[in-house]
């Protein structure tokens, strides 16, 4: 019985790197699950144990230090090269019997291959932890948020184990020692976490498509269509938009013949090395009325997300409306949805997260719709897709002229919600 079960696994693991490639994503992520679930099945409590308390933060441990020591950029490309523990560790300048430590704990958990007697080469994984984005994202985590995480426990003492709520006194402050100070004022004040962060937003990004891209959101349908008509009129706004460059990489995807400016709304360092290829990029703070008028869309991507408190949300909307046109412009929204049962992990970890970094918290459908109602907004549509975990929520004034819109104008659209 066991073997025939290790032999059937074994066919499968053979077949991975076919699945892999031919399977479609939410088979893909299925079988991950599947696999996932195999584990906590087979797995004996005291060895989840161990493996969580030693294996994992060891194995975080490894990689950040193989980063800093170069072993990865040593490793090349998939199976590109084989590099003996001495070779590593004279790169690295370290100490063999060191380096050779935590490459054999790389190795247990998969990170790195090993070939030969101290003897290792590349995986996807680490030929991926060379790109700066991934670098960031391991730095940032390790190097700037673990001593967060540390301190959550005696951060909920402090205020009797209420969910956080204030973005300016949360776990992050309460571990830096800096009451009163949110973390976007931080990173302006240092540009080395600022950008670290930036690359781990792009590295959550990686290998997700665009929201305007095929069997998302209709941008022309739903945006273009009934547009702006110069190219003084605005199509879209993106309040907080971060520095990862979407409007320009979105102004190549309409083309030239779609009219309407797109504007990146910041804090000052983010405009400040903002490449504005295609797109402007001007300061603007949602703590205060919004300055643009009449744009045909005003987007906030992952920024409700960042206050648990309905009542910021709220004043963040209600800075918007008056800006608004009604009948034409439109609110849109891309977050994270919390589904009522079952949530996976992708999308839980992101929610823990929030809360460390900003008292944030990802929301449900319900709890989206009861926000947006309670400031006079009215759900049109919402999309998802089957690559992301990100849903986009289209909303306008109810008060408005009503386009006779309604959730079910949107029937025929398979991803949404
Ligand atoms: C969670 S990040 C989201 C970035 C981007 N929208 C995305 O989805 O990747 C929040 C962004 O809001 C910006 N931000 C913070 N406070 C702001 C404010 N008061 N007004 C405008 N932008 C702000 C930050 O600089 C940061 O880039």
């Not at 670098?135 to 426990?153: C, R, S, T």
């Amino acid at each position: 019985m066991g073997s025939d079960a290790i032999s059937r696994l074994k066919a499968l693991l053979a077949e991975a790197r076919d699945l892999r490639e031919t399977l479609p994503n939410a088979d893909r992520l299925q079988l991950i699950g599947l696999t996932e679930a195999l584990q906590h099945e087979l797995e004996r409590p005291d060895e989840a144990v161990f493996r969580l308390t030693f294996n994992q933060p060891g194995h975080y441990l490894a990689i950040r230090l193989a980063i800093q020591w170069g072993v990865f950029e040593a490793l090349g490309d998939v199976g590109e090269s084989k590099k003996t523990t001495t070779q590593l560790a004279e790169s690295a300048q370290a100490d063999p019997r060191l380096v050779a430590r935590f490459l054999r704990h790389l190795a247990a958990n998969g990170t790195i291959r090993e070939v030969d007697l101290d003897t290792y080469q590349s995986t996807r994984l680490s030929a991926s932890l060379r790109q700066k984005s991934f670098k960031d994202a391991i730095h940032f985590m390790f190097d700037d948020f673990y001593n967060v995480g540390w301190k959550v426990p005696s951060f909920l003492d402090t205020i009797s184990h209420r969910n956080p709520a204030e973005i300016e006194n949360g776990p992050f402050q309460y571990a830096y020692n800096m009451p009163n100070k949110s973390l976007y004022t931080y990173f302006g004040e240092n540009s080395g976490m600022a950008q670290r962060f930036g690359g781990m937003i792009q590295m959550y990004n990686a290998g997700k498509p665009f929201f305007w891209e095929d069997d998302w959101f209709p941008i022309k349908e739903r945006l273009v269509e009934g547009g702006p008509k110069s190219d003084e009129d605005v199509l879209l706004i993106d309040i907080g938009g971060g520095d990862a460059g979407d409007l320009g990489i979105l102004r190549k995807a309409l083309g030239p013949e779609v009219k309407g400016r797109l504007i990146l709304q910041e804090l000052k360092h983010i405009v400040d090395r903002a490449d504005q290829d295609g797109y402007e990029a001007q300061v603007g703070d949602w703590y205060e009325e919004q300055p643009v008028k009449g744009a045909r869309a005003y987007m906030l991507q992952h920024i409700l997300h960042d206050y648990s408190s309905d009542d910021e949300c709220r004043r963040i909307l209600k800075n918007i409306i008056p800006a608004m046109t009604p009948g034409y412009s439109k609110l849109l929204i891309k977050e994270l949805l919390i589904p009522d049962r079952n949530a996976p992990w992708a999308l839980t970890s992101l929610d823990v997260n929030v809360m460390q970094s900003l008292s944030g918290q990802e929301r449900t459908e319900s709890q989206f719709r009861n926000l947006l109602e309670s400031v006079g907004f009215k759900i049109d549509g919402m999309w998802s897709h089957k690559d992301a975990i990100d849903v986009v929520i289209e909303a306008s004034l109810a008060k408005g002229i009503d386009f006779g819109l309604s959730t079910s104008l949107n029937a025929g659209n398979d991803d949404q919600l």
